[in-house]
């Protein structure tokens, strides 16, 4: 097994630096790629909203029975009426 390189306080996936003071700080986490360890920038967390396509770091799967589509990620902009209500009343 080959030893993980480390990048510091760079993104394992995108490069860019996420030490404080560099505006990227807040929201990365601790993450290695297999060959990188180091962060994980918000920009790289992101998933795409499975009904907007839109990129977004926070979203919803599988709330409540099941009103969304088990898989599908969905952003806050796109929950309906119903679906928000059951999201955080959980």
Known sequence: ??????????????GCDTAFRSGNF????????GEKVGFM?????????DRCSQPTLEYWT??????????????DDCLTPTESKIAWET
């Open 41 to 49: 920038c918000a920009d790289c967390q992101c998933v795409e909203c």
């Open 62 to 75: 599988g709330i409540g029975d099941n009103m969304i589509a088990t898989g599908e990620a969905v952003c």
């Open 26 to 33: 807040v929201n990365r986490i601790p993450a290695d790629d």
């Open 1 to 14: 097994m080959s030893e993980l390189q480390d990048v510091g306080n760079h993104c394992v996936h995108c």
